[in-house]
């Protein structure tokens, strides 16, 4: 009897770990009974699964880490996707470099953008490799040629849209779970409105005349526009990482962080950490480690959006309070 029921639990777990193998692995779109589908970016990924729950497999592209908006695919990245019925992409113009492969490799994929029904904010200038002519642009452009600012998640409002599109798109492709989905859509945005007001709770630390970003690049208008922030300036003056600031553009950030009495320079892990530490040894401000494209490894602090949030938060309100 004994013998029986260990053999079972062994069954079991030698089982569970095969099937948990073939999550990164095998390119069926049906694994195991589970829908399988990808996503671009580690939070477009972790908030499928959250909405996906033990239902879906999702085929992360864009490894943790790692700058979407430069990140191209190997031909193994691809193959992983090769099955799938859709992709999920952030959207915006954020996966610059990877949709253009994309749309050719998996032609048979959808790709649903999850961003779109996110209202978008809209540069002023180009970036100044277009102003060059250096070629093509860096961002999706809005109607009368700017760009148009693609880090949409940094207000989880935003994010509480990409939910019902994502609701939508698995109840099509898996009706039988469609109940789950949605039940799971609606729990997770109301823990997305949770966060949202615990935001505004820690905000409210940060005296007014101290609620200034300066930031590695533009990544982070959604969030101001949400908790009252403006952003000063960046060391890449654009929407995206994929520019080169000049001698003169950080001159005038260094000047503008001296007038304004900034105290921190937040960059993301992407970003030119050499170029960063110089301008804080100039002006007597300090870098400060944000996640910005990217969640952490599972193991680090911020291994789901929730937890993102509340990383990137906590270590705003700790430098400007
Ligand atoms: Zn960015």
Redesign the pocket.
């Known amino acids: 009897m004994y013998t029986k029921n260990f053999l079972k639990i062994l069954f079991v777990l030698v089982l569970g770990s095969v099937l948990m193998g073939c999550q990164t692995v095998s390119t069926s779109p049906a694994e195991n009974g589970r829908l399988s589908v990808a996503a671009t970016t580690s939070i477009v990924a972790d908030v499928v699964q959250q909405i996906g729950g033990d239902s879906i497999n999702v085929h992360q592209v864009i490894p943790n880490g790692t700058d979407?908006?430069s990140f191209s695919p190997t031909p193994r990245d691809l193959s992983q996707i090769s099955g799938v019925k859709v992709v999920f992409v952030n959207g915006a113009g954020l996966e610059e470099t990877l949709l253009k492969v994309l749309k050719n490799t998996v032609p048979d994929a959808t790709l649903i953008e999850v961003s779109q029904n996110n209202p978008l904010i809209e540069g002023h200038e180009h970036p100044h490799g277009d102003e060059a002519g250096m070629g093509e642009t860096h961002t999706t452009e809005g109607e009368e040629g700017h760009p148009l600012d693609?880090?949409t998640w940094t207000d989880p409002n935003n994010v509480m849209q990409w939910v019902d599109i994502i609701v939508t798109e698995l109840s099509r492709l898996d009706p039988a779970h469609q109940q789950m989905y949605q039940k799971n859509g609606e729990a997770y945005k109301n823990q997305l409105k949770e966060a949202d007001g615990w935001i505004q709770e820690q905000v409210a630390q940060i005296p007014a005349e101290n609620r200034k970003l300066v930031t590695d690049?533009l990544?982070w208008g959604y969030f101001a526009k949400r908790y009252g922030f403006e952003q000063i300036g960046a060391i890449i003056p654009g929407?995206?990482?994929l520019a080169e600031p000049s001698a003169q553009e950080i001159a005038a950030l260094e000047e503008q962080i001296r007038s304004q009495n900034i105290r921190a320079i937040f960059v993301g892990n992407q970003s030119n950490p050499a170029l960063a530490k110089r301008i804080a040894e100039d002006t007597g401000a300090k870098v400060v480690p944000l996640y910005?494209?990217t969640l952490s490894d599972s193991d680090g602090p911020a291994a789901t959006y929730l937890a993102y949030l509340r990383y990137n938060v906590n270590a705003i309100v700790d430098a400007l309070k």
Do not use: M, Y
């Open positions: 979407p908006h693609p880090h690049h990544a929407f995206s990482t910005v494209g």
